[in-house]
């Protein structure tokens, strides 16, 4: 059976490795395929992804997928699941994962410049309102029709680089009510020293 670092890291990816002089610098790592307290931390704050199919003689096709943040979700050790809304009604992934069950997550999160890789096989499964009610949160306006299931093989979070630092507009709203808070406060501090300058001339 193949462990992580073999998902990760074909014998055609070892070899250019080697010819290129990497190939130490993978040796002996620690490559996960569990979801640890960190990744399911990182998790709830993921809003965006792109998941990515393949035919069975090897077509690609890389699909955004959006929600609430969190939508993503772990459901086992080695399980995340998420909502499958309605969209443009092409089906491209669901035709792909009927015949070919291997899938990549990619989750980049531009505020902490960091980018998430999940290697795995996923499913989709329909008709399970248990497993929906998990997923669905009912404050998101959106139409979902199954739920897609993957499951782990390996993972990785890596360099920072080129990733252009970017904000939701989630992310930066606390900042923008303390600043307005602090506008309040500096207003009211100038009337009142205008009322006070006033009152003595």
């Given at each position: 059976?193949?462990?992580?670092?073999?998902?990760?890291?074909?014998?055609?990816?070892?070899?250019?490795?080697?010819?290129?002089?990497?190939?130490?610098?993978?040796?002996?790592?620690?490559?996960?395929?569990?979801?640890?307290?960190?990744?399911r931390q990182f998790l709830t704050a993921i809003d965006t992804f792109f998941f990515a199919t393949a035919s069975a003689d090897g077509r690609p096709y890389v699909q955004h997928r959006g929600g609430p943040a969190g939508f993503l979700k772990p459901i086992g050790s080695h399980m995340l699941a998420f909502a499958d809304f309605a969209g443009n009604r092409q089906y491209i992934s669901l035709g792909h994962l009927r015949e070919n069950d291997r899938a990549h997550i990619f989750v980049p999160h531009f505020a902490t410049q960091q980018r998430l890789k999940l290697w795995g096989r996923a499913r989709a499964v329909e008709g399970d309102l248990e497993l929906m009610e998990r997923l669905v949160d009912p404050a998101y306006k959106a139409r979902p029709e199954r739920a897609i299931i993957f499951t782990i093989e390996a993972w990785d979070i890596n360099c920072r680089q080129h990733i252009v630092q970017r904000y939701s507009e989630a992310e930066?709203?606390?900042?923008?009510?303390?600043?307005?808070?602090?506008?309040?406060?500096?207003?009211?501090?100038?009337?009142?020293?205008?009322?006070?300058?006033g009152a003595r001339s």
């Amino acid at each position: 059976m193949k462990g992580p670092e073999d998902v990760l890291f074909s014998p055609a990816v070892k070899a250019e490795q080697i010819r290129l002089g990497s190939r130490a610098a993978f040796e002996g790592r620690d490559w996960k395929s569990e979801i640890t307290e960190d990744l399911r931390q990182f998790l709830t704050a993921i809003d965006t992804f792109f998941f990515a199919t393949a035919s069975a003689d090897g077509r690609p096709y890389v699909q955004h997928r959006g929600g609430p943040a969190g939508f993503l979700k772990p459901i086992g050790s080695h399980m995340l699941a998420f909502a499958d809304f309605a969209g443009n009604r092409q089906y491209i992934s669901l035709g792909h994962l009927r015949e070919n069950d291997r899938a990549h997550i990619f989750v980049p999160h531009f505020a902490t410049q960091q980018r998430l890789k999940l290697w795995g096989r996923a499913r989709a499964v329909e008709g399970d309102l248990e497993l929906m009610e998990r997923l669905v949160d009912p404050a998101y306006k959106a139409r979902p029709e199954r739920a897609i299931i993957f499951t782990i093989e390996a993972w990785d979070i890596n360099c920072r680089q080129h990733i252009v630092q970017r904000y939701s507009e989630a992310e930066i709203a606390p900042a923008i009510d303390q600043l307005t808070q602090r506008i309040k406060e500096l207003e009211s501090e100038v009337g009142r020293l205008k009322s006070s300058s006033g009152a003595r001339s």
